[in-house]
């Protein structure tokens, strides 16, 4: 942080403060997504089983809750031994085991060294907590996306009541449903009656004023509420089928989210990184990065697929469903890096005095090209973050950030290398697993394998039986459009006989239909 | 008035000055064809080397003769082919090149008559100077007014049976209906039916009401569907005609270069939008001819734009109408509509045998007046007559058996291979079959010259190659399979008679007749005898068997030419025996085998369906039977479980059960109706003149939704359902097809409040049961195992 002018920062105790407007930035950044982007990411998550998320974003609608174990009603081992699974005094001494082991197959999720409790309805996560510590996602996340509401920094508090009133209803419960619940009352030793609301979850993560923390990607939250309120009205669909279709529009749409996120930041950095490298390359490539529609954004289209037609078939490693899988790993694994460049960024431009708030990379580049003391500042206090959070590390490691820095390359790019040296091993962990937690395998997802380290991009029966209505939602769409919007979400079939492929399985799954038009044209309508 | 008589031959005219001159304010004499208000006469503009901002057509002027290519849409050619019926002088300005004249002008060359034409668009027409074909439209001659006289033919013989039947095909311009024009072709092939006259009849009714509400017509219908010849009909109808008509016979035209599709809808439908932009008046009575897809991408182009409003309402009441959305939208005060959908106009269906009997009447060789008549008298003289399968074939479809079998094949089609019948479709079928296509190898195409060229005089002068390309393209083998081993695109009807062969099906007495005539023909020579003498045609002293089926017999004892090196003689021979019996309904034995039964069966189940008009009204007998014996048997059989003699259906709960999956009886009468055809209520008269029968039963299944699940009960649901109630167990290969059936099922146990739920532990096969059962101190559920 040494030049001919006089210095911008001025450095003491491990922070720089600006000469000009005297605010403070801490210059060592201690691991990945330490400087949240909260329009961008609500929390800072890590993978693991989707379900409890899906536990928490009940538990987190309820106020007043219990905090019983789950293992005092499921037990501690598959088929409910050692919990009241297996103790109901209401059934026949020799058959409580087998009872307990159809409660523990119709109720218990088991995951890979845990089990806990399917929350089909509000009063079971309203009083029980499951076992161990827990990673992921909780119930900010609905908030989070459910807001902003049709263009209003409000929250959709309709939508997210709507939601909640599908578990908190008891009417469409089934015998066996009704029982566990009568189980796991007495259990718990509860009577209460447990109800979920969206302003109870709105309060306890955004406080009392509700306050929005935005949005980096509006078009993303939208979509989500438009599609999870497509859900929520299907008249044909009974209980289970509409909670099971709204967790999954929750998973596609919040693993979509993350990749989303993951590409257009990647872009965005490379092209004001470039920008900023060279004053005469432009900037407009980059605006579009978050600044474009929903259709010409270019994620649209990245995730090329195939379909899965419930038979085995080969993938070869030049499939485009293996090759975009592996550019979208590469970028999602960058993200958490480039979320905490942007935390970082922001904090460094405001202390220099703009206002950052939402700034996407180009805002913060347009900003230090506006003004060459800003741009020096902000180049300065990046530079100094990087420094800073390689000091602790090994020789080679300070040397390579410093000679980026002496090479005049851009601070932006020189805070990624460094947190990525500090952070390389936590890059899987809150990008790239998140989104296999989300919707890797089974029909409902969207990423499969071969072997321990293949991946690739396939859309399944069920998960194209849920985009089809999404997309087409009471009316009929031409098969083309509904291409197009397939790709707005990221989807693009991953060569001419895979869209062949795709109308195959539409029309297998009665979802073609054919109109003359001007030409033969067949259209998507959906029976749902 | 002719345009001729104030232009002078060999000067330069530029449009502008035409434009000038003849008071046109018509944008389209930019364009190469145009016919100038009140005029008998039609220009061509025609530049031989094109810009790069032209049509690359290629044009010129040799002599007296013009080689000319009409418009890529090939929309107003009749004008050029039949100028002269129409009293029309065809006039030609020419230029070698945009730039030749001053003003971009063109040479006026003078008068020019049609002389012949081909390919399609665009269409290549020969035409030649009018002076020199030597008629009284020579320029001279033609300014006194006199009508043009039709030049000599350019052959004396008869018109060629094969050219005929040309215009039959799809790709034939015969086969769209230009505005305002129907061709003589078009008119022989015309088969009235009572829609005509119900619309008819439903504007006169609007007119006498005089009504101040104005009325839509919407006719609607795929491509084929004959929207444009009805309309065409419609104005020619007595009664019909009038000043507060407006008839928009083609949605998917503009008016003018500047105009879009959306545009002239707008202003043309604008009567029935919530605010009219456009007061007239007296309200209009509306007819437009709209396809399905064009609705959607008319009202689809209008989202976002200040007319999305204005016609939110027209959207919903066509595209109710239309079965486009599940909305039942209630007429609204404004207006009225009649929203007409020839896709359920059904061909095959109505007095004296529908449409298709009316095609094949027009098709008779022997009724006067007929599409063939006269092409088909001139066959008698023809020496080539006994090997002519053409015109063997039109006599076959003479036969009452052939037609009817042929009308119960084209229902297995329509029914089976979801083919949806048009009369475009249904002429280019019946020019198929009779003619075995337009090709007799990659390189020759059929022609009545061809014909008299390659055929022997004598059928016993036959080649066995020649023997093998006739009766390949007899009806009866060619209407289940091309001719040619080199597979030619035969349409979705021949495709899927294709899969109706009787070959794929047959059974024990089909192989043993199969297998005689394979071994000797001879077994062959009654039955082709038999249907010789069917297929008679008249004959100077009576009728004669159809000599070209005569001579088969005949040549059956020639066995070499049958047996030949690869056989492919004697076997399209023994396949001909059972196809035959399909077609002709003989020897009944066969017939029978290869006859589907479970088709006619559902027929007549569609066509008592089809009568069942409220839901308030009691089910025909054989929907009720269907109901019970068929549909809930059948659900039950594929989907249920049977536990202690009850049937029990799978229950899902939200996390996948693998080791004690979870069942449900459920009360399927109650959870699986079958309701009147949705399309019957309100709207019976208008499906009456369509001769409309449902192609489904509209049956439901309740899964716990707030609404039941549609599903419908087509003919290969029905044939499952069918096998599954006689033991047959369904796979999951089977339920593929009908996978909203399997949807819809797989969920009945979500149905309702069951009060009983069974369990099998898959490792043990030992069931539970959890039930609530009512006790003296109150209602208690209780857990059991089940002994079974």
Known sequence: MSSSHEPYWTIADGYATHTGTGRQIKLMQPGLLTQLPEDAMPARPRGDQKERTFNLLIRDGVNERLSIKEKKLIGDAPGGAGGTFVRDERIPEELRDVFGAILDDHYVIEGIKVRFLFPFHVALPAMYEFHGRYKMFNGKILAFLSQPNDGEATFNTALIQRFYNLFNEQQDLNLLDKELLVLARNTAESDAIYEASATTLITRHYGEEMQVPGALLPLAHERFQRDLETILTIPRLNRRDKITSAINVFYVHLALYFQRLAWLLDEELAHVVAALTDRTVPLDRASGCFGGDWGSSPFAGSILFRVGTGRTMPVKLTDGAVTSYREQNRRQLLMPANLSVLGAAREVMAACGIDSSGATFVDLADAARANPATGAAFEEGLNGMATATVEALSGQDRADIERQIEAGAPGLSNLREALLKVGRTALRRHGRDIVHGLVLRGGRGYISRRGRSLFFFEVGQDLLLLLAKLIVRDSQVPFRRFVEELRCYGFEPQSRAELDQLAETLRALNLLEKHSDAGEAMYVKHFL | ?788
């Open chain 2, 1 to 788: 008035m002719r345009s001729s008589e104030t232009l002078v031959a060999g000067e330069i005219y530029s449009r502008s000055q035409l434009r000038e001159q003849f008071g046109v304010a018509d944008a389209t004499i930019n364009t190469g064809i145009f016919q100038p208000p009140d005029h008998d006469s039609v220009w061509l503009f025609v530049t031989r080397e094109k810009e790069s901002d032209m049509t690359p057509h290629t044009d010129r002027l040799e002599g007296d003769t013009l080689y000319w290519q009409g418009q890529t849409a090939s929309r107003k050619d009749f004008l050029i082919v039949e100028h002269e019926e129409r009293g029309l002088e065809l006039l030609v300005f020419y230029r070698e090149s945009k730039r030749q004249y001053a003003d971009f002008g063109f040479r006026y060359e003078g008068p020019f008559v049609y002389r012949r034409h081909s390919g399609s668009h665009p269409t290549n027409f020969v035409l030649v100077r009018a002076r020199a074909f030597g008629t009284a439209a020579a320029a001279g001659e033609g300014r006194s007014g006199a009508r043009t006289e039709p030049p000599p033919p350019v052959s004396s013989a008869a018109p060629c049976l094969v050219d005929v039947l040309g215009g039959l095909q799809q790709s034939s311009q015969e086969s769209v209906v230009a505005q305002g024009a129907l061709t003589q072709l078009q008119q022989k092939m015309h088969v009235k039916d009572a829609i005509e006259d119900w619309i008819a009849e439903r504007i006169q009714g609007w007119r006498e009401s005089e009504g101040t509400r104005p009325l839509l017509v919407v006719l609607s219908g795929n491509a084929g569907d004959g929207k444009s010849d009805l309309i065409e009909r419609l104005r020619a109808h007595p009664g019909v005609q009038g000043a507060d008509l407006d008839v928009i016979a083609d949605a998917t035209h503009a008016e003018s270069p500047s105009q879009s599709q959306a545009d002239r809808l707008v202003r043309a439908l604008d009567p029935f939008a919530s605010v009219p932009r456009y007061p007239r008046d007296k309200a209009p009575c509306v007819v437009l001819a709209i396809n399905v897809g064009m609705v959607i991408a008319f009202f689809a182009s209008l989202e976002g734009t200040p007319d999305e409003p204005r016609f939110t309402e027209l959207q919903q009441v066509l595209h109710s109408r239309l079965g486009l959305s599940r909305e039942d939208v209630l007429q609204p005060d404004g207006w009225d509509a009649d929203v007409i959908n020839l896709d359920h106009r059904n061909v095959l269906a109505g007095t004296g045998g529908g449409i298709f009997a009316g095609m094949l009447e027009r098709l008779d060789p022997e009724a006067e007046g007929s599409i063939t008549y006269d092409a088909a008298r001139a066959c008698a003289s023809c020496a080539v007559r006994a090997s002519c399968w053409v015109r063997t074939n039109l006599s076959i479809l003479r036969v009452d058996a052939v037609r009817e079998s042929l009308r119960d094949l084209l229902w297995d089609v329509s029914l089976a291979e979801d083919v949806h019948l048009t009369p475009r479709n249904l002429w280019d079928f019946l020019y198929t079959a009779i003619t075995g296509g337009a090709k007799i190898d990659a390189s020759t195409f059929l022609s009545c010259d061809w014909m008299r060229e390659a055929l022997p005089t004598q059928p016993g002068a036959l080649t066995g190659e020649l023997l093998g390309v006739i009766h390949r393209r007899l009806l009866y083998q060619s209407i289940f399979e091309p001719p040619a081993e080199e597979a030619q695109a035969r349409g979705a009807i021949l495709d899927g008679l294709g899969s109706a062969d009787p070959i794929r099906f047959s059974g024990r007495a089909t192989h043993i007749a199969e297998g005689r005539v394979r071994a000797d023909p001879r077994e062959d020579e009654a039955e082709l005898g038999r249907l010789a003498s069917e297929a008679d045609e008249p004959f100077a002293d009576g009728r004669r068997p159809d000599p070209l089926l005569l001579a088969l017999a005949s040549l059956t004892y020639t066995l070499d030419m049958w047996r030949g090196d690869n056989d492919s003689n004697g076997r399209d021979l023994a396949c001909g025996v059972v196809r035959r019996a399909r077609v002709t309904a003989s020897p009944s034995a066969l017939y029978e085998e290869v006859s589907d039964m479970s088709t006619q069966e559902f027929r007549r189940l569609l066509e008592a369906y089809g009568e069942w008009r409220r839901p308030d009204e009691p089910a025909p007998t054989e929907v009720e039977d269907f109901w019970t014996n068929s549909l809930i048997q059948g659900v039950k059989a594929i989907f249920g479980l049977s536990v202690g003699g009850q049937t029990y259906f799978r229950l899902d709960t939200l996390s996948p059960t693998t080791r004690y999956p979870a069942y449900v009886q459920v009360d399927l009468p109650d959870q699986l109706r079958i309701d009147p055809d949705p399309l019957q209520d309100g709207r019976a008269s208008a499906l009456e003149a369509l001769n409309y029968v449902p192609r489904s039963l509209s049956a439901s299944v309740r899964s716990g939704g707030q609404e039941p699940w549609p599903v419908p009960v087509d003919l290969q649901l029905y044939r499952l359902l069918r096998k599954v109630v006689r033991g047959y167990s369904a796979s999951s290969v089977d339920l593929q097809a009908f996978f909203r059936l399997r949807y819809a099922c797989e969920r009945l146990g979500n149905a309702g409040a069951a009060e009983e739920i069974v369990f099998r532990a898959v490792a043990s096969g030992e069931t539970y049961r959890v039930r609530r059962e009512a006790r003296l101190t109150g209602t208690v559920t209780t857990f059991g195992a089940v002994a079974t």
